[in-house]
């Protein structure tokens, strides 16, 4: 068994096989539950993940999340901000994707430190401005890569392709259905 940045390789490598034969175990569905506990804060569970038509109910309840804004942001300042879990949400799918990208191409990462920081102007959450979008204006990332032996180019190379395979990147620079319906 080969592990490369604690990612055994084979079984990426069996993973993207069976994919590749059966689709339908690429599909996955992650679910998360959340009741509102007054003001801005928000207290969220993990739910039943889906993949390949299988419900897994173990991680069900299994991690809890809170979530609330600043005080300068009409919150408490009692836990992260959503835009603070968006940003970790990229900077966590970066990571998964990056280390298993670059295990899977034999590159030993030594060290990787990144840095995200995103833009949003107020106007339009609070809808002073039609015209100035609720969300997150830009978003940047900033890599720290340490590979010894690895070329700039090479590591440029395997950014790219982080960029072109990360699931959270894509949904943030892609349009994506949100369905929201009153229960």
């Known amino acids: 068994m080969s592990v490369i940045n604690d990612i055994d390789v084979q079984a990426f490598k069996d993973t993207t096989a069976a994919v590749r034969a059966n689709p339908q175990l690429g599909q996955a569905t992650f679910s998360v539950n959340g009741s509102w506990q007054g003001g801005c804060r928000l207290t969220a569970r993990t739910g039943a993940l889906t993949q390949g038509g299988e419900r897994d109910e173990t991680r069900t309840a299994r991690y809890v999340m809170s979530s609330d804004e600043p005080t300068a942001l009409l919150g408490t300042d009692s836990a992260v901000s959503p835009a603070e879990y968006l940003l970790q949400a ?94």
């Not at 900077?91 to 990208?101: E, K, Q, S």
């Not at 995103?118 to 002073?128: E, P, Y």
């Not at 997150?136 to 392709?161: F, I, K, M, N």
Request: hydrophobic share 40%; aromatic share 4%; glycine share 8%.
């Open 90 to 183: 990229l900077a966590g799918c970066y990571t998964v994707t990056l280390a298993a990208l670059a295990s899977a191409q034999g590159v030993e990462l030594e060290a990787y430190r990144l840095e995200l920081e995103g833009d949003i102007d107020l106007q339009g959450f609070l809808g002073i401005d039609p015209t100035v979008r609720p969300g997150l204006q830009q978003v940047r990332v900033r890599l720290d890569v340490d590979a010894p032996g690895t070329s700039r180019e090479r590591l440029q190379e395997l950014v790219s392709l982080v960029e072109s395979r990360s699931p959270i990147r894509d949904t943030l620079v892609s349009p994506v259905d949100v369905v929201t319906t009153l229960a």
